[in-house]
């Protein structure tokens, strides 16, 4: 299982959050989605053999919200 941490701009509430997990969670290999409001943190631990960071970004981005590279 691999982790990742996200930097997502434009969540503004509690309902963004929620868009967002509900965009990573159905994704194969995925097993947990943490998300910090305050900073647009986005942990992700995952099955590297079975999903991939680009499937995030992609994922985050299509539901209107942008990923930044730190």
Same mark, same amino acid.
Do not use: F, H, W
């Given at each position: 299982m691999e982790k990742i941490t996200l930097t *997502? &701009? %434009?969540?503004?509430?509690m309902g963004c959050v929620?868009? =967002? &997990?509900n965009v $990573?969670?159905?994704i194969p290999g995925v097993a947990s989605v943490e998300i910090t $409001?305050?900073?647009g943190q =986005? *942990?992700?631990?995952f099955d590297s053999a079975k999903?991939?960071?680009n499937q995030f970004k992609v994922a985050i981005q299509d539901a %209107?919200?942008?990923v930044v590279d730190n």
């Open positions: *997502v &701009k %434009g969540m503004t509430c929620r868009s =967002v &997990k $990573l969670e159905p $409001l305050d900073n =986005v *942990v992700i631990a999903s991939n960071t %209107g919200y942008e």
